[in-house]
């Protein structure tokens, strides 16, 4: 029996796992989120936040698995992308571990850690994928070695479009409420209006003329929950468009949703449709792994150590923009077992 333990700190979730390699696989799932009372994230914020509750999230993980930290076999960490001053927190504590304790490091890209969670979690082996959430839209699928990012937002990540329209509009932050974005919240009622734009450039989406436009619409007086109602409408429409594109382009028969944005139901719903019309199989994760959190880190780490891929803990750097293409996964087709 293998024993890793995973650490999250890219963004606004400070999570640490313990993952075993014999069922049940998930051992624990400690976290702590940060959550401004206004505005956006600011790293100079997060960053001491999570230094203060390193400690005792690592003890949390530990003591729910039920194992001391001597008997985990590596320290799996996410070391990108994200914000720099959060990530050198969650690298800091899982070298200073790995160092004091004799532990071999497993580097994990958080993105890739979206995505073999939610392979895990479904059983689907060998999906086309569509990753949404504050800091990512991309639509990936494996060949060759690596994931292949098939299409991706132009400028701003959808996560981040939601975000920042309800801050501009007034309704946010907290930007989740009970599970539900404040978004679908106030979409409720909300019926189709024109003069947002809807723009697919090739394969991949874009989402700053949107925002635009529907502050702009609002600020001329049109109903809120319309606005709402018709941004969400364009924005889920757009990266399922592009998400179907994959599936017909790269013959894929399983279809996968991750990240933030995957706790929506509607959009979980309108990629069930599009799955369907194309005979592929779609499966949605449960919403409390769509979000950052240990247990995708530890799980991602897993496989990468049995297949003997550590650092030496002074090599483990942060990079803020590493993409998931960059990453090698020559275990893909091994995991899940
Ligand atoms: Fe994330």
């Given at each position: 029996m293998?024993?890793?333990l995973?650490?999250?700190?890219?963004a606004?979730?400070?999570?640490?796992?313990?993952?075993?390699?014999?069922?049940?696989?998930?051992?624990?799932?400690?976290?702590?989120?940060y959550?401004p009372?206004?505005?956006g994230?600011?790293?100079?914020e997060v960053?001491?936040?999570?230094?203060?509750?390193?400690?005792?999230?690592?003890?949390?993980?530990?003591?729910?698995?039920?194992?001391?930290?001597?008997?985990?076999?590596a320290?799996?960490v996410?070391?990108?992308?994200g914000?720099?001053?959060?990530?050198?927190?969650?690298?800091?504590v899982?070298?200073?571990?790995?160092?004091y304790?004799?532990k071999?490091?497993v580097?994990v890209?958080?993105?890739?850690?979206?995505?073999?969670?939610?392979?895990f979690?479904?059983?689907?082996?060998?999906?086309?994928v569509?990753?949404?959430?504050g800091?990512?839209?991309?639509?990936?699928?494996?060949?060759?070695?690596?994931?292949r990012?098939?299409?991706?937002?132009?400028?701003?990540?959808?996560g981040?479009?939601?975000?920042?329209f309800?801050?501009?509009?007034?309704?946010?932050?907290?930007?989740?409420?009970e599970?539900?974005?404040v978004?679908?919240?106030c979409?409720?009622?909300?019926e189709f209006i024109?003069g947002m734009?809807?723009?697919?450039?090739?394969q991949?989406s874009?989402?700053?003329?949107?925002?635009?436009?529907?502050?702009?619409?609002?600020?001329?007086?049109?109903?809120?929950?319309?606005?709402?109602f018709?941004?969400?409408?364009?924005?889920?429409?757009?990266?399922?468009?592009?998400?179907?594109?994959?599936l017909?382009h790269t013959?894929?028969?399983?279809?996968l949703l991750?990240?933030?944005?995957a706790?929506?139901?509607?959009?979980?719903e309108?990629?069930e449709?599009?799955?369907?019309?194309h005979?592929?199989?779609?499966?949605?994760?449960?919403?409390?792994?769509s979000?950052d959190?240990g247990v995708?880190i530890?799980?991602?780490?897993?496989?990468?150590?049995?297949?003997g891929y550590?650092?030496?803990p002074s090599?483990?750097?942060?990079?803020?923009?590493?993409?998931?293409?960059?990453?090698?996964?020559?275990?893909y087709?091994e995991?899940?077992?």
């Amino acid at each position: 029996m293998t024993l890793i333990l995973g650490i999250e700190s890219t963004a606004h979730t400070f999570g640490v796992s313990v993952v075993s390699s014999e069922p049940p696989h998930i051992l624990s799932d400690s976290r702590r989120i940060y959550s401004p009372r206004q505005g956006g994230i600011l790293p100079r914020e997060v960053a001491p936040f999570f230094s203060n509750v390193a400690g005792e999230v690592v003890r949390e993980a530990l003591d729910e698995a039920g194992v001391g930290i001597r008997d985990v076999d590596a320290i799996a960490v996410a070391l990108g992308p994200g914000m720099g001053p959060q990530l050198r927190v969650g690298a800091s504590v899982a070298r200073a571990l790995a160092s004091y304790y004799g532990k071999p490091l497993v580097p994990v890209n958080h993105a890739v850690a979206h995505v073999e969670i939610a392979r895990f979690l479904t059983g689907l082996r060998d999906p086309i994928v569509l990753y949404v959430a504050g800091g990512n839209t991309t639509v990936v699928s494996y060949s060759e070695g690596r994931y292949r990012v098939f299409g991706e937002t132009l400028d701003i990540p959808l996560g981040n479009l939601q975000d920042t329209f309800a801050r501009e509009a007034g309704i946010g932050p907290p930007y989740v409420v009970e599970g539900k974005h404040v978004i679908d919240i106030c979409s409720e009622g909300g019926e189709f209006i024109e003069g947002m734009p809807y723009i697919v450039k090739g394969q991949d989406s874009s989402f700053s003329g949107l925002l635009t436009a529907a502050l702009r619409l609002l600020k001329k007086g049109s109903r809120l929950q319309d606005v709402c109602f018709t941004l969400r409408e364009i924005a889920y429409s757009s990266v399922v468009e592009v998400l179907e594109r994959g599936l017909a382009h790269t013959g894929k028969r399983e279809v996968l949703l991750t990240g933030g944005v995957a706790a929506s139901k509607l959009l979980n719903e309108k990629i069930e449709v599009m799955a369907k019309l194309h005979g592929a199989l779609f499966k949605p994760i449960p919403g409390k792994y769509s979000g950052d959190n240990g247990v995708m880190i530890a799980l991602t780490g897993l496989p990468a150590y049995l297949w003997g891929y550590t650092v030496e803990p002074s090599k483990a750097l942060i990079r803020q923009r590493w993409r998931i293409d960059q990453v090698d996964i020559p275990w893909y087709y091994e995991f899940p077992r």
